[in-house]
């Protein structure tokens, strides 16, 4: 049996931080080790591993221009090798994700307040921008919803649609992916001043959770995977009542077997547990714990699901957390796992 497993520490390059930095997360001495540079790039603050471990991609920030970066992962080493790029005139995405299959790769972009799609090819080289869909509107929020703001793309479980979220517009958006294409299908509005995040989808890929940044909220969705459309069923606060301090909701991620959805906040820095009704729907409380540092801005499983892994961007550290399956509840295992301004952590697939 495996203990031994591979991760991915994207990173702001400032302060110490200089790209992307794998480690090992040692489950028999439950311990992560081994953190290293792998990849010297500027602000690769997002990556996505494709499904056969073979390549990694990451956000990029390039002088005034962004885009997206293609690596080969090195079976191995798990070294980086990049093997293009492609970059457009203004700011860096803050999301990307591939499809099962590979060959198609989108990116938001929180400035531009755009969505993009490429192909790859089998080699895993990026295509020239195949779709840039520029999205509208604003929110009640003056200083974070003055315009347009694409904070995610992902596929939804099916693969024939992408989820986009716009935090600046309160939106959520269905596009159809065709030959690598975009085309809107669907456009549903939320409570307006929420600041819709991330997103994730429940196993059975009928319902789905997503988290908000400026209410701190995880407002939980039905999804019709017929024609893209979500429902609201939903929304319940991440942080305790008589917390009125500054928070922003950021990561959320739901376990494999469905029961259980963990979302973070930055200013309460914590993570919120929360178990999952039978077959997916409403979610119930189970627990708050600590983020163990200072703006927890994500985190995630190992493969295996015993374990959670957070990263703290300004207190500069990871946190390995051991994760109960049957409660859902985290322990604190390792908290003084040092790294630059951390933000996504993504690991090999089993």
Same mark, same amino acid.
């Given at each position: 049996?495996?203990?031994?497993?591979?991760?991915?520490?994207?990173?702001?390059?400032?302060?110490?931080?200089?790209?992307?930095?794998?480690?090992?997360?040692?489950?028999?001495?439950?311990?992560?080790?081994?953190?290293?540079?792998?990849?010297?790039?500027?602000?690769?603050?997002?990556?996505?591993?494709?499904?056969?471990?073979?390549?990694?991609?990451?956000?990029?920030?390039?002088?005034?221009?962004?885009?997206?970066?293609?690596?080969?992962?090195?079976?191995?080493?798990?070294?980086?090798?990049?093997?293009?790029?492609?970059?457009?005139?203004?700011?860096?995405?803050?999301?990307?994700?591939?499809?099962?299959?590979?060959?198609?790769?989108?990116?938001?972009?929180?400035?531009?307040?755009?969505?993009?799609?490429?192909? @790859?090819?089998?080699?895993? @080289?990026?295509?020239?921008?195949?779709?840039?869909?520029?999205?509208?509107?604003?929110?009640?929020?003056?200083?974070?919803?003055?315009?347009?703001?694409?904070?995610?793309?992902?596929?939804?479980?099916?693969?024939?649609?992408?989820?986009?979220?716009?935090?600046?517009?309160?939106?959520?958006?269905?596009?159809?992916?065709?030959?690598?294409?975009?085309?809107?299908?669907?456009?549903?509005?939320?409570?307006?001043?929420?600041?819709?995040? +991330?997103?994730?989808?429940?196993?059975?890929?009928?319902?789905?959770?997503?988290?908000?940044?400026?209410?701190?909220?995880?407002?939980?969705?039905?999804?019709?995977?017929?024609?893209?459309?979500?429902?609201?069923?939903?929304?319940?606060?991440?942080?305790?009542?008589?917390?009125?301090?500054?928070?922003?909701?950021?990561?959320?991620?739901?376990?494999?077997?469905?029961?259980?959805?963990?979302?973070?906040?930055?200013?309460?820095?914590?993570?919120?547990?929360?178990?999952?009704?039978?077959?997916?729907? +409403?979610?119930?409380?189970?627990?708050?714990?600590?983020?163990?540092?200072?703006?927890?801005?994500?985190?995630?499983?190992?493969?295996?699901?015993?374990?959670?892994?957070?990263?703290?961007?300004?207190?500069?550290?990871?946190?390995?957390?051991?994760?109960?399956?049957?409660?859902?509840?985290?322990?604190?295992?390792?908290?003084?796992?040092?790294?630059?301004?951390?933000?996504?952590?993504?690991?090999?697939?089993?």
């Amino acid at each position: 049996m495996n203990t031994k497993w591979t991760g991915y520490i994207g990173t702001y390059t400032k302060g110490e931080s200089e790209g992307i930095y794998s480690f090992v997360l040692d489950t028999e001495k439950e311990e992560i080790v081994n953190v290293k540079l792998v990849a010297k790039l500027a602000n690769p603050t997002y990556v996505a591993v494709t499904k056969d471990n073979q390549f990694l991609y990451a956000v990029a920030k390039d002088g005034e221009s962004g885009g997206v970066v293609g690596y080969q992962i090195n079976e191995e080493t798990q070294e980086l090798k990049m093997l293009n790029k492609q970059i457009s005139e203004g700011s860096a995405p803050c999301y990307v994700a591939t499809n099962s299959d590979q060959t198609v790769l989108v990116a938001a972009y929180y400035h531009r307040g755009t969505v993009e799609s490429y192909t @790859l090819d089998h080699q895993g @080289l990026l295509s020239e921008r195949k779709s840039n869909m520029a999205h509208i509107g604003s929110g009640p929020n003056k200083e974070r919803q003055e315009k347009p703001h694409a904070h995610y793309i992902d596929f939804t479980p099916n693969e024939q649609f992408v989820a986009a979220i716009d935090l600046g517009a309160d939106q959520l958006i269905t596009y159809e992916v065709n030959d690598g294409k975009l085309k809107k299908r669907q456009a549903l509005t939320l409570q307006a001043g929420c600041g819709p995040r +991330h997103l994730t989808f429940h196993p059975n890929g009928r319902f789905a959770y997503l988290m908000t940044e400026l209410s701190s909220e995880i407002i939980t969705l039905e999804f019709n995977e017929a024609d893209g459309s979500f429902n609201e069923l939903q929304y319940i606060s991440t942080i305790p009542e008589n917390f009125t301090e500054n928070n922003q909701g950021s990561a959320i991620h739901i376990s494999s077997d469905g029961k259980f959805v963990y979302a973070s906040n930055r200013g309460h820095n914590s993570i919120a547990i929360f178990s999952v009704q039978e077959g997916g729907g +409403h979610l119930t409380l189970v627990d708050i714990v600590s983020s163990e540092g200072n703006w927890p801005r994500d985190f995630n499983f190992d493969p295996t699901e015993n374990y959670l892994i957070g990263s703290n961007e300004q207190s500069h550290n990871l946190v390995l957390y051991k994760r109960d399956k049957n409660t859902g509840k985290l322990t604190v295992l390792q908290k003084n796992i040092q790294v630059g301004h951390p933000v996504c952590i993504k690991f090999l697939n089993k």
